[in-house]
């Protein structure tokens, strides 16, 4: 198992970055190289991008930031195989009424040798939950008592502890919510969740640029746009152990030249392949060519708070759905590495229930029309949709633009951003003209991350603005279930009647289709879609 991670906005169109299962392409994970043709130091690299932000735990979601936060940090608990919950830094977490959790942890230190804490835990969650300290995930504690007295919704915070954290003693804390939530445990492996070490405070800044975490590698330098280098933490206690001496994070703006660089040796590992490079991939890197299927989604968001979408009637959404070719555009232009979606849910999560739109989500350009003019039609009679240039979304942008324009009448041109930071901080100012591009993966293996965690009217994750009393309604119903089974039924029943109101258009869900180079082994990717790096083995 590895610890677990949220890659957040997915910046490739082709893959990218939660979650403890090992499954991928190749030699697929197995320690096929024999102790003596393996550098147990050996250094290896991984094509990602810059990330948005500084590297702390709770201002990150996006996949170029969070797979080397991932690196860097190991939270409470992660997931096998079957997406069951396995303690990590935590000896166990228990509780009898989904409300209060008592927490012990295992005995780890951080890279600069202090030992990890209830306090540091305690401490990290506080901070990042407070308004003044502006991350990016504080949300995420919002579910804790006293969250509203740290966070509130005006004005400035009234306390900077929450009430619903309490240390017990140096190894054992609680959490106590506001409510029960049956899943809450499972979101404990999320990277908002990480502990921070004393230092951290002196300079929270200077922190982000020079992390310390308490996970497999230890941070060793940052070369903005050009490279992060981390190393193997040889005292980490953790199961995923690194099999190598260390990762470099190598920046890419273009991921043709990643492919290029990866056919010559200059890159060992990619997240993903370029469009123009799907139908050769396989046969130039032969096994050491990956696709499967991980638990992502792609979709098209509307920004509500453009005075186009704003009071959008959702028929209009509906027949802008079914004006898009889903099965020719993934058959061709995509070459077969996507599935056509048919909800808002990713497969490979609890809840995942296959078609809940009907034909909202199927090719019909007669009933497109029809339910646009019911709509009232798309204002403007045109549309743009927001994309990173670096991420390999040009091709399907413009085939689905001119899917909608032939189907319907409605104009649609691209509106290319130059990499994901500048595409990031466009939603985060709400300067998107009109729809922009929404990849979303993971965060933990279960439905209300691909809902609640997205849709929901306060949720970190919701860039849109859209904002419904039912689903809110209806999301408050999910959580406070009395057992896990039952909060994943009533999201199951949430996402039926998100169809009604359409908060996004969901196009298809991911496929991993990357690749690596012939002085790696052992290279597994996860649920998440991100290469597990302590298992990549450095040939000699």
């Known amino acids: 198992m590895r610890g677990a991670k949220s890659a957040k906005w997915v910046a490739g169109a082709i893959i990218v970055a939660l979650a403890a299962t090992a499954c991928g392409g190749g030699d697929n ?22 990330p948005q932000n500084p590297l702390q735990p709770a201002n990150t979601m996006e996949s170029n930031g969070s797979i080397v936060i991932d690196s860097l940090f190991s939270q409470l608990v992660g997931y096998d195989s079957k997406g069951a919950i396995v303690m990590s830094n935590a000896e166990s977490v228990d509780t009898t009424d989904n409300k209060t959790f008592t927490v012990k942890l295992k005995d780890w230190t951080f890279h600069d040798g202090t030992p990890v804490t209830a306090e540091s835990y305690v401490k990290a969650w506080n901070w990042a939950a407070n308004l003044k300290n502006n991350q990016t995930n504080s949300a995420w504690f919002s579910d804790i008592e006293g969250y509203a007295d740290v966070h509130p919704e005006k004005g400035d915070p009234k306390k900077t502890e929450m009430s619903g954290l309490k240390v017990v003693d140096d190894k054992t804390f609680t959490i106590t919510l506001t409510s029960p939530i049956p899943y809450y445990v499972y979101k404990l492996g999320y990277q908002v969740f990480s502990p921070l070490p004393e230092s951290f405070y002196k300079d929270p800044t200077a922190a982000g640029e020079k992390p310390v975490g308490n996970g497999p590698y230890t941070f060793v330098s940052w070369d903005h746009k050009k ?32 492919y290029e660089d990866l056919k010559s040796g200059n890159v060992d590992v990619l997240r993903q392949i370029a469009p123009k490079d799907l139908p050769v991939y396989r046969d130039d890197l032969g096994d050491r060519a990956v696709d499967q299927a991980y638990s992502a989604v792609q979709s098209i968001v509307p920004a509500r708070y453009t005075k186009q979408w704003k009071d959008i009637d959702p028929k209009v959404l509906q027949g802008l759905s ?40 199927k090719y019909d350009p007669a009933k497109a029309k029809k339910l646009i003019a019911e709509g009232g ?21 413009e085939a689905v633009c001119g899917s909608i324009t032939k189907a319907v009448g409605v104009k649609c041109v691209g509106d290319s951003k130059p990499d994901f930071q500048a595409d990031l901080k466009a939603r985060d100012a709400e300067q998107v003209k009109s729809i922009y591009r929404g990849g979303w993966v993971l965060d933990y293996p279960v439905n209300s991350n691909f809902i609640r965690d997205l849709y929901g009217t306060n949720s970190d994750g919701n860039q849109s603005g859209f904002s419904s009393k039912k689903i809110d309604d209806m999301i408050k119903q999910a959580d406070s279930a009395p057992t896990l089974e039952d909060s ?5 029943e949430t996402e039926k009647e998100m169809v009604n109101e359409m908060p996004a258009i969901p196009l298809w869900y991911y496929k991993v289709n990357a690749g690596y180079s012939e002085k790696v082994s052992g290279v ?14 450095v040939k000699k």
């Open 227 to 258: 490279k992060i280098e981390v190393k193997a933490y040889k005292d980490y206690k953790g199961d995923n152990k690194p099999k190598n001496g260390g990762v470099i994070f190598k920046n890419y703006t273009n991921l043709e030249t990643a």
């Open 524 to 537: 597994d990717y996860a649920q998440d879609g991100d290469p597990i790096l302590w298992n990549v083995q």
């Open 322 to 361: 079914m004006a898009i070719d889903r099965d020719t555009i993934t058959k061709t232009v995509l070459q077969g590495t996507r599935e056509p979606a048919t909800g808002f849910v990713a497969k490979g999560v609890l809840g995942y229930q296959g078609d809940v739109g009907g034909d909202v989500f």
């Open 29 to 50: 994970g197995k320690d096929n190289e024999g102790a003596g043709s393996v550098d147990p130091n050996g250094v290896f690299s991984v094509e990602v991008g810059e």
């Open 377 to 397: 039609g798309v204002p403007g009679n045109s549309i743009s949709i927001q994309f990173n240039a670096d991420g390999g979304h040009k091709d399907w942008v």
């Open 488 to 492: 994943v039924k009533k999201y199951q």
